[in-house]
């Protein structure tokens, strides 16, 4: 295996000037530099990259930590795209990337700190982590940078990308009254979702803007999950059918407010319209196809991964990203006949 011994014995230079041009600093001048490149390139060589980081106290490597990944999440795929994002801009800037997951049991065995430390992270994305998440409060207080995806947290070493739920959620349901609705149902997702905060806001803020009765009863959670949002919809409609739409704040739960229309007898659009929140890939498959909120998961990764790598590589004026979102309208949503 070829050393840096052997480049500096090659280019006809000293072994510290070798690990300084390999390491990019910038007291080796282009020319030199540039021979030890050719040199190392001559010779196969490949850096012991454990050594290396020892020394720069940098591991090139950042970590991405999803909390309680499941096969629930296949269907919405909105971690793989969050992935790929990420994967692209880490590769992009010469990193790589760890995946790591956490449950309620493991943080119980280990704390944030220590997780990423055995994963000789230098910067972590967390993806899906609730607002009383445990780890949440290390995360504040660890000197560990950390960009978080979906919970708007600013700190020295915490920065953030989301997109704008409020807004996001307000456009849903303004497309709804601007097709005639005036009983509009929401199907949330849980209290400790801080995107589920911020879509009630725009659906409120839309409702009183139109000068239209927010009633509590109209709104039920369905925990993100397909099953448990069509359990929510069979009773928001059977003790409220004077509904003629629903805004669901994720697409997942969509099609399962679209199941539970089915089973009352009823039909989407002609009897409710129902309006999602992702555009997930099968939100234009599903029949009625699903009138929705596109957010660019990729892009959420993506610039999470950008954000990260610039916080440690100190070259950024923001720690906060906040990427617009787009009405799609599609079958699921057209205007009210009662």
């Not at 720690?319 to 787009?326: F, L």
Request: hydrophobic share 40%.
């Amino acid at each position: 295996m070829t050393t840096i011994k052997d480049i500096a014995r090659v280019a006809g230079v000293s072994v510290t000037t070798v690990s300084r041009a390999l390491n990019g600093y910038s007291d080796v001048s282009k020319q030199t530099r540039q021979r030890i490149l050719d040199v190392a390139k001559e010779l196969n060589y490949s850096p012991n990259t454990v050594a290396r980081s020892l020394v720069m106290k940098k591991s090139k490597t950042i970590g991405l930590l999803v909390s309680n990944m499941n096969r629930e999440g296949v269907k919405d795929n909105f971690t793989f795209e969050i992935l790929c994002g990420l994967n692209q801009a880490s590769a992009d800037a010469e990193y790589d990337l760890v995946l790591f997951s956490t449950t309620s049991s493991k943080q119980r065995e280990k704390t944030y700190t220590q997780l990423c430390r055995e994963r000789r992270v230098d910067g972590v994305i967390i993806q899906g982590i609730k607002t009383d998440d445990p780890y949440l409060e290390e995360v504040l207080q660890s000197d560990i940078p950390c960009v978080l995806i979906d919970i708007p947290i600013e700190s020295n070493t915490v920065g953030y990308v989301t997109t704008d739920n409020v807004r996001g959620a307000k456009i849903a349901v303004l497309h709804l009254i601007e097709q005639g609705h005036k009983n509009i149902g929401l199907i949330n997702g849980h209290s400790k979702a801080d995107v589920s905060t911020r879509r009630l806001q725009g659906y409120v803020e839309a409702l009183e803007e139109n000068n239209l009765r927010l009633k509590t009863g109209w709104i039920k959670n369905g925990q993100f999950a397909e099953h448990l949002a069509e359990a929510a919809a069979l009773e928001l409609l059977t003790e409220h059918p004077e509904l003629t739409a629903i805004f669901c704040a994720s697409d997942l739960m969509a099609l399962g407010a679209m199941k539970a229309v089915g089973k009352l007898g009823k039909r989407v659009p002609e009897d409710v319209a129902i309006i999602g929140y992702d555009d997930i890939l099968l939100a234009s498959y599903v029949s009625p196809t699903l009138s929705t909120i596109r957010q660019d998961k990729y892009r959420l990764g993506y610039e999470a991964a950008m954000l990260l790598i610039n916080m440690l590589e100190n070259q950024l004026e923001s720690k906060a990203k906040i990427i617009d979102t787009e009405l799609i309208i599609r079958e699921s949503t057209k205007k009210a006949t009662k």
